[in-house]
């Protein structure tokens, strides 16, 4: 009997021992609730076991990091989450980066192959001695050439005397294009040595003048002194102008008229070296032949002057 109620106090024991144990653990299933979706324990071993594993699903959310109770590790675990979590959004944004970059490949790829040609054109006129053509050009570098034409060429003007040639040295002459400007000059040959006096000259000038009058059945012309004297000055007066001007500007018929004559007329030539050849030029120009030919000129005289080689030839006719 003493036996039983020992028994029956130690039992009471026990089971105020687990009463107590329970009440104090009583927050331990909303632990385990928050920590895993399986069900509350009602013993202390069950319990325990529940901490342990909740403690041990806390360090595998944790990277091994352990806690020494299972609320620690419920706050570890949480923040290791956050943290995982935050740093999850960075491949998604690495990913968003490379779908960004491959967008804009796409689009320069895109954009490259769209591109069509809008050219300009540019006309390059022709010249003279290169061809013509149509540059096209458009904004992106690319450009070709079409519509070629010839060269031009020349279009030269008459010979223009840039230099007498003498006994001693040629002479040239040079004309120029009338498009470009380009001048070509040629040489002209030097004269042949006058042979004879000057006066032979003078003398078969006035033979040769009163035959071209011969034969246009016109008086001959007479020889005068004061003409042939005056012819000679005018010849010398042509190296340094060679004009129907005096050097001092004046008209040079007016000696001859200032002598008692009542007309007078002039032709003047310089490069020829005989009297054949002056007389061969001034036939061919009308204005000196009709000098020669004038029936209203009943005198002449003439004037040849060399100078470093170079003839200097004066007609002057009076009536």
Known sequence: MRHRAVLSFLLSVLLIGTFTLSGCQSSAPEISHMESQGSSLSSSAQQEESSQGSSHEGSQENSGVSSSSGETSQENTSSQASESTLGSSAP???????????????????????????????????????????????????????????????????????????????????????????????????????????NAFVNEVIRLVNQER????????????????????????????????????????TPILGMGYFTAGENIAKGFSSPEAVMEGWMNSPGHKANILSPYFSYIGVGCFMEDGDLYWTQVFAG
């Open 214 to 253: 011969s034969k246009n059945n016109l008086a001959p012309l007479t020889a005068k002194a004061d003409l042939n004297t005056y012819a000679s000055t005018r010849s010398r007066e042509l190296l340094q102008i060679f004009s129907h001007l005096r050097p001092d500007g004046t008209d040079p018929l």
């Open 92 to 198: 998604p944004a690495s990913s968003a980066n490379a779908s960004s970059a491959a967008t804009s490949h796409s689009s320069s790829s895109s954009s490259q192959s769209s591109h069509q040609h809008i050219y300009s054109a540019k006309v390059i006129a022709p010249t003279c001695t290169s061809g013509g053509y149509t540059q096209y050009t458009c904004s992106c570098g690319s450009s070709y050439t079409g519509n070629s034409t010839q060269a031009l060429g020349h279009t030269m003007g008459q010979f223009v005397i840039k230099k007498q040639p003498t006994t001693t040295s040629e002479g040239s002459k040079q004309r120029t294009c009338s498009r470009c400007g380009y001048t070509e000059t040629v040489s002209i040959p030097k004269l042949e040595e006058p042979s004879g006096d000057l």
